[in-house]
């Protein structure tokens, strides 16, 4: 029995010890980095003595080529690459200036000396009645279950509606 109780005993001692120097390290830590909530204090070092002066660290290496530019030369820059663009674009049309050739459509019918009268056709687009029945049905239907009527009278207009589809396949199939 004596045995557990010194066991436990020196258990809680390690963990006090170990403890203690885990907040040791946070504290050595934090006096080394210092508050980000305080202000930095100024320790300015301690000049070393002659004998231990080293030499001075290299210079930091020089910045891009291209990072220093002023703006004036960026837009100077991009100002000659659209005006050497377009002019590569102007010479790649061909001829340069001459409008495109008419298209068909718009092309003046040649003058002769005797009119030809123009022949029109003008087709008339018939719908069977059977597919305009359809579509006002369809439109009931779809308004009925919009508006959530989900009753007899959406049941009677959709039946309605699939005979008028039947009847509109049916006139309008050759």
């Known amino acids: 029995m004596a045995t557990d109780r010194d066991e436990q005993l020196h258990e ?3 963990q006090q010890r170990e403890l203690e120097e885990i907040r040791r390290s946070f ?3 934090g006096a080394r980095m210092g508050s980000l909530f305080e202000p930095a204090e100024l320790d300015e070092p301690e000049p070393a003595p002659p004998s231990e002066r080293r030499a001075l660290p290299a210079p930091p290496p020089a910045p891009p080529l291209l990072a220093g530019r002023p703006r004036w030369w960026w837009t ?10 377009g002019l ?3 010479l790649l049309r061909g001829d340069g200036g001459s409008a495109p050739p008419p298209s068909p ?3 003046a019918p040649p003058v002769a000396e005797k009119a030809t009268p123009e022949t029109v056709i003008r ?3 018939s719908v069977p ?3 305009l029945d359809t579509a006002e049905l369809g439109d009931e239907v779809i308004a009925r279950l919009n508006r959530n009527q989900r009753d007899n009278r959406l049941f009677l207009a959709l039946r309605d509606y699939t005979i008028a589809s039947q009847a509109c396949r049916k006139e309008a199939s050759p």
Do not use: D, H, N, V
């Not at 820059?77 to 050497?84: E, H, Q, R, S």
């Open 123 to 125: 087709t008339k687009t």
């Open 27 to 29: 504290a050595e830590m």
């Open 105 to 107: 459509g718009t092309a």
């Open 129 to 131: 009645e059977a597919c």
């Open 88 to 90: 590569f674009g102007y």
């Open 76 to 85: 100077a820059a991009l100002t000659l690459l659209f005006l050497i663009g």
């Open 12 to 14: 809680q001692q390690r």
